[in-house]
């Protein structure tokens, strides 16, 4: 059979280049201290089991627009926690399975392809490009889109705070993006996922009035609850925003038959409508923090960035990315290269703080040794 290979145009799936220091990392006699991903450890709040379990019986296929319940809980959530008012609950929302699909989608569900470019953050997950490149569309990293000016622009990624670094966009910085995307009908779009997770300065949501002056033209912010509230395996989340391309993605994604399973949906509802197990949560990620940071800065180690979010932007003056991996993997603990993230990483690691207390109070244990 003869096809050809959309693999071919993806970049290389990063975390692969781990796998000797993962080996190594594994071989310390208490074994491995794995931080070289987000992934949640610790458990999915009682009350989002329950609203799982009793949503159940659910043999009808659901709707790609979703529930209201879902939906009007995350509208209330925005204002509530984010202070972004007026998010149209039936027009404004939609959900999604997981938002790493949405971003990834996006450009392909949006019609941009060969010939189009995409700005991405030039310190980025991969999917910004990966998404732009299964669209066939040219990604551009940027550390300011409103800098770009080499030609017309279809897409326009912020994360903040952002992953891998955990530097947060101020209200100023993200207010000047907005009125370059308008100018330029660029439609700019927000992933923030860690919005909650704000340590050294406040998140601000691109819907806030205060950035977009109380309209959502142009714009769309994604959000998850996969760190929120510990729910990456459930793959939920929502994006809001411009209604006319909220419009457009929800006839497309209804072809695609891209839906949030039901129970899932239930599920984001009850988990958006309580604060107290991200409170709780927060409080674990605050410990996990200081008790690193502290332990890495005593190593040796430069902490700069990393106000928000779930990791620590480290540097050590003796190493570059991967120089720093292999040493500490030395010291069984594995983290991710900045170099998965983009040229402006070369020389940095990214600290999850995902890790269960027991692993990171023996990853500060072996950094004082």
Not at 189 to 213: I, K, M, N, R, T
Request: with cysteine; proline share 7%; net charge negative.
């Amino acid at each position: 059979m003869t096809f050809t290979s959309t693999s071919s145009r993806l970049p290389d799936f990063p975390w692969d280049k781990l796998a000797p220091f993962k080996q190594k990392a594994a071989a310390h006699p208490d074994g491995i201290v794995d931080l070289s991903i987000g992934s949640p450890v610790d458990p999915v709040p009682d009350l989002v089991k329950k609203a799982l379990a009793d949503a159940a019986d659910a043999p009808a296929y659901p709707t790609t627009i979703g529930t209201s319940t879902a939906r009007q809980a995350a509208v209330d959530w925005l204002a509530r926690r984010l202070d972004v008012p007026n998010v149209d609950p039936q027009d404004g929302v939609l959900p999604v399975i997981g938002t790493k699909e949405l971003i990834m989608l996006l450009p392909t569900l949006l019609g941009i392809g060969s010939g189009d470019t995409v700005l991405i953050p030039d310190l980025a997950y991969p999917t910004y490009e990966a998404g732009a490149a299964l669209a066939r569309a040219t990604s551009v990293p940027v550390a300011d889109p409103t800098s770009y000016d080499a030609g017309p622009v279809r897409v326009a990624y912020l994360n903040s705070p952002r992953n891998p670094s955990g530097e947060i966009t101020s209200a100023v910085d993200l207010r000047a993006a907005v009125e370059w995307a308008r100018a330029n009908d660029v439609l700019l779009v927000s992933d923030e996922c860690y919005a909650e997770f704000g340590w050294d300065a406040q998140p601000v949501s691109v819907l806030h009035p205060d950035v977009c002056g109380g309209r959502f033209d142009n714009l769309l912010a994604v959000h998850s609850l996969s760190k929120r509230s510990n729910l990456a395996g459930y793959r939920a989340g929502f994006v809001a925003g411009d209604e006319a391309v909220v419009a457009e993605l929800l006839a497309v994604r209804k072809h695609a038959g891209l839906m949030v399973p039901s129970p899932i949906q239930a599920a984001m509802a009850a988990a958006f409508a309580d604060d107290a197990h991200v409170d709780e949560q927060r409080a674990r990620y605050i410990r996990r923090r200081s008790v690193l940071r502290q332990a890495l800065t005593d190593a040796g180690w430069a902490i700069t960035l990393s106000q928000g979010g779930l990791y620590l932007w480290a540097e050590h003056p003796s190493y570059d990315a991967y120089g720093s991996v292999g040493a500490l993997a030395d010291r069984g603990i594995l983290v991710a290269p900045g170099a998965f993230y983009g040229t402006a990483g070369q020389r940095h690691v990214r600290v999850a703080l995902t890790g269960i207390d027991e692993r990171v109070d023996a990853a500060v244990k072996r950094l004082q040794e």
